[in-house]
Structures are given as C-alpha cells and as structure tokens.
C-alpha cells in the first residue's frame, strides 16, 4: 500500500478482555517495528521483525504481549487480560531495509484504551 | 544505553518566524544516525530530517535543518519561516548505527504551537 496502516484506529476495550492490533506496512519493506506511546513513558519499542521472524522482542513489557507477522506482511499484536496500564497508543512503523538507517516510515496508531 | 532529552516541553512561535528546537544525546557509540520526527494530531509520526553521524555537514530540508554538534552530542532543530502547518509535537530520536534490527531512542518531545 501507498502507506503503513494500521486498525482498529481507537479501541475501548475491557479489562481482562485480550485485543488484536493489526498493522498493514508498506509493499516491500522487510523490517517492522512497533511502539508504544504513553503519557508517562514516552515512546518505547516493543519489538522488531525481520521478514517473519523476531530477532528483537526485548521491549514487550510482560508475557501477556505477543506479536506475529506472516508472508513477509501484516503483523499482529495481541495482548492478552488487558490491564489499565495497557492503556497507550501502539504504533507500527516499515522500513525498506532491515537497518532502518534511512528511517522508519510510520502508521497513525491504534489508541487502546482499557476500562 | 542511549538516552535522549528534549529539554523544552513546550515552544511558540509567530507565523513566518524561527524556532530552535534542542535535543541532546548521551551514548559511547561512534555510528548513529539521528532524526526528528514530527506528530501532528492525526497521531502519524513523520520524519522531517535525518543526519549521519559520520557526515560533518549539517543535513537540510527546505525550511527544517539541524546544527550537529557530535562532541557536545546536540542535535537541534532550526524550523524557518514557520508556517501554521507546522503545529505540532516534535520528537528527537537516535539510532545505533549496526548492522539491523535498530531500535529508535526517542527523547520526549516538544510542543510546538505556531501562532498566525
């Protein structure tokens, strides 16, 4: 696609329910990452995939966050028995190459909001 | 590990004028890349301008360039003649410069209001 999409774009969910957050990266590029943003944190990364295998998970605060990614493409992050501090919004970011030297191309976010 | 700060919360600025964003950088590597990146509200993080650590010359990009001070490890953005577009929340950011996988370090931001 002509840019990184991302979906749902907000989601209110429940506590303790699990959520899927799906991200669409730009045809062709081999490296995705995502990210979260949150008011006390910051930015911070999660994890890292190169084609469809994760030499970098070292940011997934807990075991309750996983992520997938299939055909080289879409990815998935999954968080399972939500927590209130989950609450953030999760950005996925493409590169061309796997060095990200050129910088990451980024999508708009999924703002997960847990109740 | 690298840390980034950004030590301005928050910036105004007059339509037309100029702002200076600071960013200072702490890390015992020699390569890096360095870039800013701006959010406006529709949440996507934009790069506006990347600069290589190795490069002595300061990158440019048409209103947006930077003053590179490797020794004091500084990075701040000068925004010329800004515009109301420009409104947004600006972020700093840092990454090593290995062979892949490079996780970026990003600073916390500023705030930058442009006022017509």
């Known amino acids: 696609g002509a840019g990184v999409s991302q979906s749902p774009s907000n989601k209110v969910t429940e506590k303790g329910k699990d959520v899927e957050l799906r991200c669409d990266p730009i045809s062709g590029h081999t490296a995705l990452y995502w990210y979260r943003q949150s008011l006390g944190q910051g930015l911070e990364f999660l994890i890292y995939f190169q084609g469809n295998s994760a030499p970098d998970k070292s940011g997934l605060p807990s075991d309750r966050f996983s992520a997938e990614r299939t055909g080289g493409s879409v990815s998935t992050l999954t968080i399972q028995r939500t927590q209130q501090e989950d609450s953030a919004v999760y950005l996925c970011a493409s590169s061309v190459t796997g060095t990200g030297h050129g910088g990451y191309t980024f999508g708009s976010g999924t703002r997960l909001t847990v109740v | 590990a690298q840390t980034v700060t950004q030590s301005q919360p928050e910036m105004s600025v007059q339509e037309a004028e100029t702002v200076t964003l600071s960013c ?15 959010q406006p509200p529709s949440r996507q993080m934009i790069l506006v301008i990347r600069q290589e650590a190795y490069k002595q010359q ?29 409104t947004a929340m600006y972020f700093c950011a840092f990454m090593k410069g290995k062979a892949a996988g490079n996780k970026l370090t990003f600073g916390g931001g500023t705030r930058v209001l442009v006022k017509p």
């Open chain 2, 24 to 38: 200072t950088y702490d890390t015992s590597e020699n390569n890096y890349y360095l870039f800013w990146y701006k």
């Open chain 2, 58 to 86: 300061n990158a440019t990009e048409n209103r947006f360039s930077v003053n590179f001070q490797k020794a004091a490890k500084s990075f701040s953005l000068k925004i010329s003649d800004s515009q109301l577009g420009d």
